[in-house]
């Protein structure tokens, strides 16, 4: 079949798979290839068994899946063949030289620029999908136009706004697509054809453009504003543990305030994601190295925010459970970072059964979907660690349930017949205040929302 563009995508994670499948959904037109360097992701993409959960997905991927969305390793092949390459690499923090622990690490970004560079024998234009520091499309062109070979790149920066576990709705009708470029005659007509592939069923006016370096800017300062949200109603939540005010009461009332807005104002254990705090930090790191040390200060408190709201509440499970967690029993429900999907990167569960684990406490783990990815984020915690995917018989036997994900069905659950078969004192520690604290506390249980005063027994 003749297609009317072909459009490759390097990078079959989180982001390339289901930002590509939803254009070949919506675009029959178009031939769209995802191609990585894991040949297990790409064999799992090529399985009913994807190699991330989404809802929606599946039935995307289904449709579209070897009609115009081919999934293979050939990235040399599928560089040659396209007219389009997003970039949807990974752009983790560094963990060594300079920059460790704060910088993006831009590694397999530049492998995949020069490789582009060395399999191209045709103009390409080339789109930033992952998320990168302000500045990066610069030295993008420098490599792809290194060789001097006479071949036209055109770059453009088109990040990613999706959330997890609402990536399909996101993608299917988005708040807005950002696509920014060099003013150049070429760029601008580069960036109308990436135009042209949104509008077939994005509305013109939620696709805005700007210029390439605003554009990588956005994704940073997007991110940093969302999750700055969570550190400041995070940080009134400690406030009103110590005097008896109530986080909802107050999330309401200001988020009344149509300048303030109500959405992103529920308290939590904290964020998580592979992207809030890597992206905060690179912003931070920027802000360093451009001597902005004030602006950086005001930022990376957001992120020390996030540390001391996961250890506060750590403190208030030992305090509860009189000063020792040793051989109690403490069930977590949920591992994934948010609700509805698998994804445990940076999940704030990790940190907290770490912290349990050097308390010395047992570890039940349940979760719909994250159990595997739950592992393998706990590989190196020493001590007794269960993982259970039903939550009644994770709660079955212990001290403690803390709730680490906001999954609807544990809202659900018969929390008398939990109550029945735990330790007595049963207590909860609910870390995204989805259950019905009153209830639990008519039950029995001694109740440690987050925010709000506790309910207990004693
Ligand atoms: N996860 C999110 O919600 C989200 C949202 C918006 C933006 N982003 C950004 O998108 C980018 C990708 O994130 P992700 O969550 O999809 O990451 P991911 O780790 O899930 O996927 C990245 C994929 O790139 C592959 N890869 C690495 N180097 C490669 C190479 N040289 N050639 C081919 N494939 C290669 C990896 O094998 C991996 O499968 C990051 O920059 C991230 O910040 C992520």
Known sequence: MNFKKTILCIGAGYVGGPTMAMIAYKCPQYKVTVVDINPERIAQWNSDDLPIYEPDLGEIVKTARGRNLFFNTDIEKGIKESEIIFVSVNTPTKTYGTGAGMAADLQYWEKTARQIRDCADSHKIVVEKSTLPVKTALAMERILTSMNNGIRFDVLSNPEFLAEGTAIKDLEDPGRV?????????????????????????????????????????????????????????SISALCEKTDANIIEVSRAVGMDSRVGNKFLNTSVGFGGSCFKKDILNLVYICRSQGLDEVADYWEGVVKINDYQKERFILNMLSAMFNTLAGKRICLFGFAFKANTGDTRESPAISIAGRLAEEKADLIITDPQALKNA??????????????????????????????TEWDIYAGLDFEKIYKSMTKPAFVFDGRNILDHEKLFEIGFNVYPIGKPALTHF
């Open 178 to 234: 950002l696509i920014g470029s060099r003013e150049t005659p070429d760029c601008l007509k580069a960036r109308d054809a990436l135009v042209e592939i949104y509008a077939n069923w994005v509305p013109k006016e939620r696709i805005i453009t700007s210029n390439i370096w605003s554009s990588e800017l956005s994704k940073l300062v997007s991110n940093a504003f969302l999750a700055q949200r969570i550190s400041s109603i995070n």
């Open 375 to 404: 592992m393998i984020a706990l590989s190196d915690v020493n001590g007794e660690i269960d993982y259970v995917k039903d939550p009644y018989d994770a709660a079955a036997g212990c001290d403690a349930i803390a709730v680490m």
